[in-house]
């Protein structure tokens, strides 16, 4: 695994707290803006700048509307393809969300 990939499952890692005390909704609200700055800073330094610019913004934004914004920059910017960065899976960000299948014959 590359350090920028690295990083990305870092940064897009939940917790239950974080979700608990955001009040963002990827279906309500709009992280257009913050993503619009990881692209910029992707113009200028690639993938890595834009890795730069979340920590940078991360102590002054809502975590999740900001994780939110780094995956919009994962699927559209071409800098992120070329660094061959991806979104992790939900299981991996938050394995807390996943209802695992139980097989009913197990718990008889």
Sequence with gaps: MSDLQKRVEDALRETPEEEEASLFSEYRDSSSDLTEKLMRAARVGGAEAALDEFEK??????????QRALMEFIVHDPSAAEAGLRI????????????????PRSTQ
């Design 57 to 66: 913004l991360r102590p002054a934004e809502n975590i999740r509307r900001l």
């Design 88 to 103: 992790p899976s939900l299981e991996e960000r938050a394995p807390w969300k996943v209802a695992h299948d139980v097989d």
